[in-house]
């Protein structure tokens, strides 16, 4: 079973948020290999800064550049592929940026990466994504999909923190935001990972 682990990355608001807003996806056959590798790189976390990583969830917006790339590097031994949809929140002339509903236009990117997942020939057998997207939510994008696609898999909520697969897209998230305002550091050690980008 493939499992998709989903997150986020930047302000969505139109005009006034960051420049990027992110959505990622990674595709992986191994919830607890996540857990194994993410888990590998907090301990060795010590040993390359001289103090340990205390914080209860890695997330990409606490971290400095050396952090930063010492977590992606790491995601090198871990199998996954990266799907993921952004939208350039400054630009006026995309209808999509001045619908005001923030949820709707979450749940848009995020539909559109599972939409790409589904439609190669991977097989999902759960998606999980962040407790943040409510239960309504959630309910809306089962439908949106079900109007695409005759198996839809199981779309699961979890607290972030708990969560290896989803602090990863988070990470991976991050450093794509980066990219996508020029700073590639980060993005050319995930690169050959990339299965399917979108632009809105």
Known sequence: MLFLFADES???TFGKGTKYFVYVGILT???KDCETVLGKLKTNYEKEFGKKFTKKELKSCDLDKSQMLYFIKGLRELDYEIFYAYVDTHDAKKAF???PDGSD???T?????ITNVCSTSKSIGKIVIDKGVSQKLRVS???RLSDKFKDIPLIEAQASHKVAGIQIADLIAGAIN??????????SQLEDRVRI????
Do not use: A, C, F, Q
């Open 141 to 143: 994008l089962r439908e």
């Open 109 to 113: 990117l995020l539909e559109l990466v």
């Open 105 to 107: 236009k979450r749940l």
């Open 178 to 187: 980066k990219y996508l305002k020029g700073d590639g550091v980060y993005y």
């Open 10 to 12: 930047g302000d969505i």
């Open 29 to 31: 056959p191994s919830k």
């Open 197 to 200: 980008k979108t632009e809105i």
């Open 97 to 99: 940026n001045h619908n």
